[in-house]
């Protein structure tokens, strides 16, 4: 597998003045194409933060991140090409059809004059079918549910058709179901040769569904590996601070009990 993504001793602050505060620190990463990653950590942990800086989405206070060995602010406007993102947030500032919605992730392979290429309609509609949202496609986005809003959002990082996709929480709001229908879809994505990094909070589904675990807390990797190596009790109570049974479950997956 050959590395596409990589985080060099890398920090990150948010806010500014005496508000801003350290998020990451010195985090130490790579990911290769055909991966599929769950980042997983308590709340605060810093996944989001750490999502949003293998995107390009801020710049790291300390240390670089390399698409390819380039750093990332050397790609410029070429970089959504290469990386696409969802974001956790759905609020859009207009009401725009789902539809329209996906097809924004085309902008990024359109021209100087912005003009829709002939590829555009085939692949706003097979995203949205990937995503389970074309029979939704004339509604607006203000109309649907928190779920279906998620499955819009992600059509329209899949509309990009990147090499890299970061997904922040992509099956928040969404029923057992269709949180099992994305995360085999990402599988699937990784499997055909792209690399995939999700946050999750479900570790039972991050397990199932994730070839590799990041765990992270306070900002730093707790660990890093094959989920039932990462898995373990006794870095789950280093990250949760929760004692916890591991075991295997009828179906032959990872699965865990909390200690009462």
Known sequence: MDELIRVHSACAALGRGEGRSEILHGIELS???????GLCGPNGAGKSTLLRLMAGL??????????????????????????????????LPFDFSVRDTVALGRYPHRGVLGAPARTDGAAVEEAMEQ??????????????????????MLARALCQQTDVL?????????????????????????????MVAAALHDLRAAAAH??????????????????RAVLTPENILLAYGVEVRVFENPAGQWDYYIET
């Open 31 to 37: 990911a290769r194409t055909g991966e599929c990653i």
């Open 58 to 91: 801020i710049a790291p206070s300390a240390g670089r991140v390399t698409l390819e060995g380039r750093d990332l602010r050397e790609w410029g406007g070429r970089l959504p090409r290469r990386i696409a993102f969802m974001h956790q947030q759905t609020e």
């Open 131 to 152: 995503a389970g949202c074309l029979a939704l496609a004339e509604r607006y986005v203000r109309e649907l549910s928190g779920g279906e809003q998620q499955r819009v």
């Open 166 to 194: 970061f997904l922040d929480e992509p099956t928040a709001s969404m029923d057992m179901g269709f949180s099992r229908e994305v995360l085999l879809r990402l599988q699937g994505l990784a499997q055909e040769g792209r």
């Open 210 to 227: 994730c070839s590799r675990i990041v765990l992270l807390s306070r900002g730093r990797v707790v660990a890093d590996g094959a989920p």
